[in-house]
T-cell receptor
Framework: GAVVSQHPSWVICKSGTSVKIECRSLDFQATTMFWYRQFPKQSLMLMATSNEGSKATYEQGVEKDKFLINHASLTLSTLTVTSAHPEDSSFYIC???????????FGPGTRLTVT | GQSLEQPSEVTAVEGAIVQINCTYQTSGFYGLSWYQQHDGGAPTFLSYNALDGLEETGRFSSFLSRSDSYGYLLLQELQMKDSASYFCAVSDDKIIFGKGTRLHILP
């Protein structure tokens, strides 16, 4: 089946620094990828839709200058959290759609802790 | 806008049956999905309903009524490993998740 990987699986950074999270589709091409954020005991909140070769589409309330998304190839999307603050500490998950409308292949997630 | 409502927590006994309900309001709708998520893990797909009726996959079944904007996930023969959060989600041009139901299973 389709596999999506994320790297790193967890990261700790200091407040004010930037962190890059990679999302890769390992055995298929993904022109679109989705980025979610999940706080403890809460739902997955869609942050943005990453489109290969074009600008990402951000959900309402998500700062595009803070969460930079790049989808430079058909197998890689990156999310960069710029000038991270403790309130950005969260679980970040990416997904790529399959051929069927309901199919979503999720990465294993990245746990970000900002100190 | 889009919203999905489901109970925040449900408790059941090992071996029993539990139903998790979901109501939704969406501007577009292709179908209702259910996902399971264990603590610290990514969501895993359980089922999908595009049409009204019941879909059965092993111990799990899912139901949809489009006219009522309502669906449910039915888990039978509960096992301790079923302790997790369960999310309903609507598919449009993207997938939007409900707030999740935390299922506690008592031995």
């Amino acid at each position: 089946g389709a596999v999506v990987s994320q790297h790193p699986s967890w990261v700790i950074c200091k407040s004010g620094t930037s962190v890059k999270i990679e999302c890769r589709s390992l055995d298929f091409q993904a022109t679109t990828m989705f980025w979610y954020r999940q706080f403890p005991k809460q739902s997955l909140m869609l942050m943005a839709t990453s489109n290969e070769g074009s600008k990402a589409t951000y959900e309402q309330g998500v700062e595009k200058d803070k969460f930079l998304i790049n989808h430079a190839s058909l197998t890689l999307s990156t999310l960069t959290v710029t000038s991270a603050h403790p309130e950005d500490s969260s679980f970040y998950i990416c997904s790529a759609p399959g051929t069927l409308v309901y199919e979503q292949y999720f990465g294993p997630g990245t746990r970000l802790t900002v100190t | 806008g889009q919203s999905l409502e489901q109970p925040s927590e449900v408790t059941a006994v090992e071996g029993a049956i539990v139903q998790i309900n979901c109501t939704y309001q969406t501007s577009g709708f292709y179908g209702l999905s259910w996902y399971q998520q264990h603590d610290g893990g990514a969501p895993t797909f359980l089922s999908y309903n595009a049409l009204d009726g019941l879909e059965e996959t092993g111990r799990f079944s899912s139901f949809l009524s489009r006219s009522d904007s309502y669906g449910y996930l039915l888990l039978q023969e509960l096992q301790m490993k079923d302790s997790a959060s369960y999310f309903c989600a609507v598919s449009d041009d993207k997938i939007i998740f409900g707030k999740g139901t935390r299922l506690h299973i008592l031995p």
